[in-house]
């Protein structure tokens, strides 16, 4: 930004997608603001393309060849008349080469002034200044001396445990904690190689770790005036792998008097750096009330949402408004603080399976009321979750008077939520809220680790009610043969067979009374038989179930006496449920050959998820066995294996090596042996 002049613009570019660049088009439209959406080839169906005035795409999937083509951007700036730039979080947010190259094109840049991103863009050398301005700093080294030998003895002086860190890194990458006195050496070459792939730098600092920490970050806000001002603190301790998963305002942790000091701090820091717009100053809190910095980024947090409504204040309208050089619009004095606000994030990941990534097509996509809750997201039903960028899907954040109303308001906005064709943790945020822990507000950086372990959160609850779901939705459904109807009115008995990961269950339901003069279905007798794929041990369970109607994609039941609704859909052979408390899925077994029962497989071949792929190790006619790898699919930076499931012959294969496929796309076809 420059800051010698007061500067105007009409019209703004978002330089990035997703949940904040709708949410950043909000507040801009709200002010009369024009605004311009950029999007790659992967997004031109993108919500945040539909929520603005204009768009332009610039380029293909890749970030490297769209969301950070610096050339592309202002091209579609220069295209559109657009004299302002917003760059959101992430991509070229803090990229000082991107602020220089609008500033020389005569476009604002909403974000703080070059030198500032150059300086935080260090974690070394922010350490030095903050140091320099008696901002507390974790005791270790951050020198420019960076040999190998010097590092070692640098690291037994300050001893363990320590951690390891890129100077320019991020996100947990380049980043090392070590225990033990013979780890330090290959530790510091592993944080050092990650370092320099990731970031271009392999220039590291080394710090005392900090154990049994809050990550406690505060909003700051400066303007070109020299005004600056703190707006509370956030509590981001709730973390998985250096990402975070649930903030709140204000921290359960945190004092009037810690607030007073941790803020000061906090301005202290944007003035030594002659700070302009939002920025976060984050720091380590420890068990005894003494707190460290860690850096400052220079840009609006992913979570500021739980800010503004503690704060009842825009930040995205303050970065507008101080952009053009106006004062900021409260002086310290004038922020109060009301309530508490907790927000969670929404990913599109396996919780049990290390939380990797995943990829699909939105089916259903339901957010909470509005008077419930906040849902901050860029999803649209139809469109699908890619593999070239962020996880995160959405946001949901709720406030209220106190913690426990907020905490309870957002477990019921979770629950609320439903978001189908795409595996996702909402499940596992349920979890995380309901930990004694949490709920106590007791919860450390390390808490998630130590509460599941290596194993990763795995889904218990509810499986017997969802497959019985499943069933009676199924039972409404035609048999495949013609002049059937399929329900129970018409067959007292069915039985469905359905399918999840290794297990297979058969749902047989049978009517056990008649139909009333309401309309209800008849009641029913639900007999549920799992068989274990590896232990082939079989268990029978009977529940009392009662279908009383079906709208749509919300099937309304009765569960062992009590009326209930969940939500569903039907995809082809799969059956998706959300009883609230995330969606499970099934697949449909029930009229597939006989030969694909009892163990033996479908021979249909399907791709695990989005991806490209790059081997095809079978032709047409080539005799294969059951376990044999077929076809080798890249997702996700990871090679994912698809097997016959069968012995048998190759029938069809219709896919061939570099070939991008869908999830669940089938990519050909088995005969099974006679």
Not at 43 to 49: E, K, L, S, W
Not at 282 to 293: R, W
Request: proline share 4%.
């Amino acid at each position: 930004m420059n800051t010698t002049r007061k500067a105007s613009f009409t019209k703004i570019l978002i330089a990035n997608r997703g949940e904040i660049a709708c949410r950043v088009i909000k507040t801009a439209h709200r002010l009369g603001y024009s605004t311009v959406a950029v999007y790659s080839e992967a997004d031109a169906q993108a919500r945040h393309v539909e929520l603005a005035d204009e768009a332009v795409c610039i380029g293909p999937a890749p970030v490297s060849e769209s969301y950070l083509n610096i050339d592309a951007i202002i091209a579609a700036a220069k295209a559109t008349g657009a004299n302002a730039v917003h760059p959101g979080y992430g991509f070229l947010s803090e990229n000082a080469t991107f602020a220089a190259r609008c500033d020389a094109e005569d476009i604002c840049f909403i974000g703080p002034p070059i030198g500032a991103i150059e300086l935080m863009g260090s974690k070394r050398e922010s350490k030095i200044a903050m140091l320099a301005a008696n901002v507390p700093c974790i005791p270790g080294y951050e020198g420019d001396h960076q040999d190998e030998s010097f590092l070692l003895k640098e690291a037994q002086r300050i001893c363990l445990p320590l951690m390891i860190k890129a100077s320019a890194g991020g996100g947990g990458r380049g980043m090392r904690r070590v225990d033990r006195t013979e780890d330090i050496q290959e530790s510091l070459q592993r944080a050092r190689s990650e370092a320099e792939n990731a970031f271009g730098s392999g220039e590291l600092i080394l710090e005392r770790a900090v154990d049994s920490a809050r990550h406690v970050e505060i909003q700051v806000f400066g303007d070109t005036h020299g005004n600056y001002v703190f707006l509370g603190e956030r509590d981001c301790s709730m973390q998985r792998r250096h990402q975070k998963v649930v903030e709140e305002a204000p921290s359960p942790a945190v004092t009037p008097e810690i607030r007073r000091a941790m803020g000061a701090a906090a301005v202290k820091a944007a003035q030594a750096c002659k700070y302009v717009g939002a920025g976060t100053v984050e720091f380590l809190l420890d068990q005894k009330g003494e707190f460290y910095f860690l850096e400052m980024n220079t840009r609006l947090q992913v979570e500021h949402p739980v800010t503004e409504m503690i704060t009842g204040e825009d930040l995205v309208e303050w970065q507008i408004r101080v952009a053009r050089g106006e004062r900021l619009p409260k002086l310290q004095e004038e922020i109060t603080l009301t309530g508490h606000a907790i927000e969670v994030r929404l990913y599109a990941e396996d919780p049990a399976n290390q939380f990797l990534p995943q990829t699909g097509d939105v089916l259903v996509w339901q957010p909470a009321p509005e008077d419930l809750a906040r849902s901050d997201h860029g999803l649209k039903a139809g469109v699908p979750i890619s593999r070239f960028y962020d996880p995160m899907l959405a946001k949901i954040i709720c406030h209220g008077d106190t913690r426990e109303d907020a905490l309870r308001k957002l477990e019921r906005a979770l629950r609320q939520t439903v978001l189908m064709g795409v595996t996702h943790n909402k499940g596992f945020l349920l979890d995380l809220l309901a930990t004694q822990t949490f709920r106590d507000g007791e919860a450390t950086t390390n808490f998630i680790a130590l509460h599941y372990g290596n194993e990763g959160w795995h889904r218990t609850d509810h499986l017997e009610e969802s497959l019985t779901v499943a069933a009676l939705a199924l039972n409404e459904q035609p048999f495949p043969h013609a002049g059937s109807t399929g329900n129970l009115a018409r067959f007292p008995q069915r039985t469905v067979l359905l399918q999840s990961g290794e297990t297979d269950y058969s749902i047989t339901s049978t009517l056990t009374g008649e139909s009333n003069n309401t309309g209800e279905r008849n009641n029913t007798r639900v007999s549920i038989t799992t068989k274990e794929a590896t232990t082939k041990e079989q268990t029978t369970k009977q529940f009392s179930a009662q279908l009383l109607r079906l709208d749509n994609d919300k099937l309304h039941y009765r569960w062992e006496g009590v009326n209930k609704s969940a939500r569903i859909k039907l995809v082809d052979d799969q059956i998706h449920v959300d009883l609230g408390h995330g969606p499970r899925v099934f697949e449909n077994h029930t009229h597939r050959p006989p030969q694909s029962q009892d163990g033996a497989g479908s021979g249909i071949l399907k791709a695990p998820m989005d991806g490209a792929v790059t081997a095809v190790m079978v032709t047409v006619g080539e005799t294969v066995s059951k376990g044999q790898t077929l076809l080798v699919i890249e997702a996700m930076k990871m090679e994912h294996l698809v097997r016959a499931d069968l012995d048998g012959v190759v029938e069809e294969i219709i896919v061939q090596k570099g070939q991008q496929v869908k999830g669940k796309q089938r990519l050909g076809n088995l005969k099974a042996n006679p």
